[in-house]
């Protein structure tokens, strides 16, 4: 079997310990099989109860904590997992699955792939009822919004995201998806000239009452950053969250 990037992936299946670089993926994981997890990163923070080893963050994970745990496969992201730690895990004789999602349509298939061809197990039940979700179109909003990730120096989504795809299908119009930059840094002022509303998340960023909406003219809405950013069963209720919150 391959993973997204065409890399080939020898193990034996049904795949029994897993580790979980990626929050999205563990919390898909944990709400399938929780008892194959075996570790996730510290940034893993669903379920609330999860109770694995943790080998550090996304970005610099442990890699020996890992190696010894003696996972059947480490599942990662290509946006959210370092090419680096990849290659020198599977340079270590550690099986890695590398997942790319960057729309909703991808999250479904790729989430589809890695259960039945990575792990080896069934399409989980949330998994078609989170298809369905989404599957309903969306009134055509034609708001044009900003979404900040991170301020001094602000960063916003841009083009070829999830969360850029998310908003799409709210019927929303992401007002930097013409960047060739994924995250582009940008200013405040540019954020007020181009969106008609700016979505603040709490991740990665925290953006609050008093830590946000103060930088700009235009009207601001906070959200959930799990709803916004995040892939596997948050999508179930991520829809109706955000609709709520755009009203």
């Not at 193990?11 to 194959?36: D, F, H, K, Q, Y």
């Not at 990849?86 to 960057?102: C, D, F, P, Y």
């Not at 949330?126 to 044009?144: K, M």
């Not at 991740?203 to 003219?217: L, Q, R, S």
Request: with cysteine; glycine share 6%; aromatic share 6%.
């Amino acid at each position: 079997m391959n993973d997204d990037l065409g890399h080939p992936v020898d193990l034996a299946r049904p795949a029994r310990r897993i580790v979980s670089l990626v929050p999205s993926l563990t919390e898909a994981i944990a709400a399938t099989r929780p008892g194959a997890l075996v570790g996730a990163t510290d940034w893993c923070t669903h379920p609330a109860d999860l109770d694995v080893a943790r080998v550090r963050g996304t970005k610099n994970p442990d890699r020996s904590a890992i190696a010894d745990l003696a996972p059947d496969v480490v599942v990662a992201n290509r946006e959210e997992t370092r090419e680096l730690d990849v290659t020198r895990l599977r340079a270590a004789g550690v099986t890695v699955w590398v997942t790319v999602i960057e729309t909703v349509d991808q999250a479904f298939s790729s989430m589809r792939r890695m259960f039945v061809d990575g792990l080896g197990w069934d399409v989980p039940t949330w998994l078609e009822d989170a298809e369905r979700v989404w599957a309903v179109p969306a009134a055509d909003d034609g708001r044009r919004v900003a979404i900040p990730i991170w301020r001094d120096p602000w960063m916003v989504v841009g083009s070829r995201t999830f969360t850029g795809d998310v908003v799409s299908r709210l019927g929303l119009v992401n007002a930097f998806d013409d960047s060739p930059d994924r995250y582009p840094h940008t200013g405040a002022a540019e954020i007020d000239a181009a969106a008609d509303l700016v979505l603040l998340p709490d991740e990665p960023y925290v953006f609050t009452d008093d830590d946000g909406p103060e930088a700009f003219t235009t009207p601001t809405r906070l959200v959930s950053g799990r709803a916004l950013t995040w892939y596997g069963p948050s999508m179930l209720t991520a829809r109706s969250e955000l609709e709520q919150a755009l009203r």
